[in-house]
């Protein structure tokens, strides 16, 4: 007896599902901007050549890099209460992780950007007497900033997918919300071909998008 | 009638980096609106020298004075002395994000605080006066070396600078480049500007240095007049130096 397939189920379902999305693009827009601000002070720390600020960033960064994200968000969901008696819904033990996970990752990309602005444009804008938080604003930061746009927005794509891993703790995202519609439904297969079609559909040409700014910055340069 | 006090005057500066000594005791004086040219092979300190005295470069050893103001050691106003003494450099350093109009702009608007008005007004001049206004909205990556110095030079200018200091501006510019630039350094040394020149034309020295200073592994080893240093150098090193820049050039 083959297996008979019931999309109509998944696709009665889809409301439900898009609810979930809601909350995935709100994490992903969240985490992004954690990303965004803590990501530029981890790099800033570690840049200023004050070891009391660079080395514990250094660590932070390489801690979030080299670990796995699913290992991450437990261990904030439910270690974290436990030492820090620090409890958070799982929505923000997710935000948390995912945003300093983000972060991790965008400070190497600040880092890469300003350092790739060669010296000589630091030493012009001292020599008008700019300081050094001008020259960082007005000089350096203008001109790395193009050259970090593709990698960010290329983050970007990839955090929306892995918002999905927050299902692990039950955050009400669009990956939870399927877990609930197959059970509910006892249609797994259809429910979970019908969201990674969704997550396909939303990606993809956000995915198109990202390789045609690799492309333009390349001809830029 | 006694001399004017030094308007620039350095003592015994020292500059190390690491191991390397690149300057052991340098003595100098500038004496208000003179123009002093630098010479001497590369290696010699000459760079290192005009870094040092505007503290791009943090001197080792060594006073400065400026205006009989010491700019050496702690709790100097590093942002304000540079202000005072502009600088233009051997690399192109154009700020590529921004037109050589906004490219003047840029010091007086973020640093003297000046309203976009008065600053466009002041750049616009300061372009004339370097023969680029027709080039104001043009993009750094659309101007020639020759081009992109003159724009660097009435950047520096918009500060309104008590010194001028230059390092080897058109070493990187093609041969035929090179005229433009030097009659606009030519043009200012005449409307009296102090300036202090690192270069390897010779001919600018000649024509307008009111004093020539010859380096060599990081000490002075002689200075005096263009005629003399050119014609009638005492040291056998810098009539070397000379010759070997006339064969150069053959």
Known sequence: ?221 | MAPAPPFLRVEQLHKRFGELHVLRGIDLEVARGDVVVVIGPSGSGKSSLLKCLNRLEEPSAGRIFLDGEEVTGAGVDLPRLRRRMGMVFQHLNLFPHMSALENVMEGPRTVLGLSRREAEHGARALLDRVSLADKADARPVELSGGQQQRVAIARALAMEPAVMLFDEVTSALDPELVGEVLSVMKQLADDGMTMLVVTHEMSFGRRVADRVVMMDQGVIIEQGPPERIFMRAEHERTRRFLQQLAWDGD
């Open chain 1, 1 to 221: 007896m083959s297996y008979q397939w019931r999309f109509d189920v998944a696709v009665d379902n889809l409301p439900v599902l898009l609810e979930g999305l809601g909350h995935t693009l709100l994490l992903t827009a969240l985490a992004m901007a954690i990303g965004l601000v803590v990501g530029l002070a981890l790099a800033l720390m570690r840049l200023s050549g004050w070891r009391a600020l660079a080395l514990p960033a250094y660590l932070l960064v390489e801690t979030f890099r080299t670990t796995p994200l699913l290992v991450q968000i437990i261990w904030v969901y439910s270690v974290l209460p436990l030492t820090v008696g620090l409890t958070l819904s799982p929505f923000f033990s997710g935000l948390v992780a995912l945003g300093l996970n983000v972060a991790a990752f965008m400070s190497e990309i600040y880092r890469a950007g300003i350092t790739s602005v060669s010296a000589t444009q630091t030493h012009a804008a001292l020599a008008l007497g700019m300081t050094r938080s001008q020259v960082l604003r007005r000089i350096v930061l203008p001109q790395a900033l193009l050259r970090m746009v593709p990698p960010m927005a290329a983050t970007w794509v990839s955090l929306f997918k892995d918002t999905s891993v927050l299902a692990v703790i039950g955050v009400a995202e669009m990956m939870t919300q399927a877990r609930i519609i197959a059970s509910d439904t006892y249609r797994p297969l259809e429910i979970y071909t019908l969201v990674a079609v969704v997550y396909f559909v939303i990606t993809y040409p956000q995915s198109l998008g990202v390789d045609r700014l690799f492309a333009r910055n390349r001809v830029k340069e």
